[in-house]
């Protein structure tokens, strides 16, 4: 079945560390999106890539990286230099090319928590 | 800008009760309409979509109708369980162009017993 995955379920990193969420589909969607989601709160987005080797930043991007090396896989790393970075990091893909009466299908998610 | 508006949580309703999220939306130019749903500790899901004027959506009971006149999408369900206790969200998306999705903040929903 195709789907987006998302790994680890939970990671831990200790203040200063850089640390990388995984998020691979296999569903050829052309567009990928990372949001965070921090407790009780909606969503926001950090990065978003509509093709391979471009991405755009969202709402909050400061302390974030990303790349889209693959068609199938969009990392976003989580730099030292975000101050709060403990929340639930969701990743999501769509169709696009003018298909965009589709929404998105998401991952189920990455539990950063820093201690 | 486009935006969409969900009515505050949490809602509270005991099992069998009749639930009612508000949305309404405002956009630039003629969207889709989506609602997702969220359980404890999992990614969103899509529940219904609806992509134009009057089409109504509808999945495992839940009902939503695309009301331009209104630029609102209310999701109803005639009888809540239980395992329907999640957050709902509502969101547009323009069908010009590549348009991301706009989310409203989300409606915690919990039923009780």
């Known amino acids: 079945d195709g789907g987006i995955t998302q790994s680890p379920k939970y990671l831990f990193r200790k203040e200063g560390q850089n640390v990388t969420l995984s998020c691979e589909q296999n569903?050829?969607?052309?567009?990928m999106y990372w949001y965070r989601q921090d407790p009780g709160q909606g969503l926001r987005l950090i990065y978003y890539?509509?093709?391979?080797?471009?991405?755009q930043k969202g709402d909050i991007a400061e302390g974030y990286s990303v790349s889209r090396e693959k068609k199938e896989s969009f990392p976003l790393t989580v730099t030292s230099a975000q101050k709060n970075p403990t929340a639930f990091y969701l990743c999501?893909?769509?169709?696009?090319?003018?298909?965009?009466?589709?929404?998105?299908?998401f991952g189920s998610g990455t539990r950063l928590t820093v201690v | 800008g486009d935006s969409v508006t969900q009515m505050e949580g949490p809602v509270t309703l005991s099992e069998e009760a009749f639930l009612t999220i508000n949305c309404t939306y405002t956009?630039?130019?003629?969207?889709?309409l989506f609602w997702y749903v969220q359980y404890p500790g999992e990614g969103l899901q899509l529940l219904l979509k609806?992509?134009?004027?009057?089409d109504k959506g509808s999945n495992k009971g839940f009902e939503a109708t695309y009301r331009k006149e209104t630029t609102s999408f209310h999701l109803e369900k005639g009888s809540v369980q239980v395992s329907d206790s999640a957050v709902y969200f509502c969101?547009?998306?323009?069908?010009?162009?590549?348009?991301?999705?706009?989310f409203g903040t989300g409606t915690r929903l919990l039923v009780s017993p």
């Open positions: 999501a893909s769509s169709i696009d090319r003018g298909r965009t009466n589709y929404g998105y299908t």
């Open positions: 569903l050829n969607h052309d567009a």
């Open positions: 890539s509509q093709i391979v080797n471009d991405f």
């Open positions: 956009a630039t130019g003629y969207p889709s």
């Open positions: 609806a992509t134009k004027a009057d």
């Open positions: 969101a547009l998306r323009l069908n010009t162009g590549f348009q991301k999705l706009v």
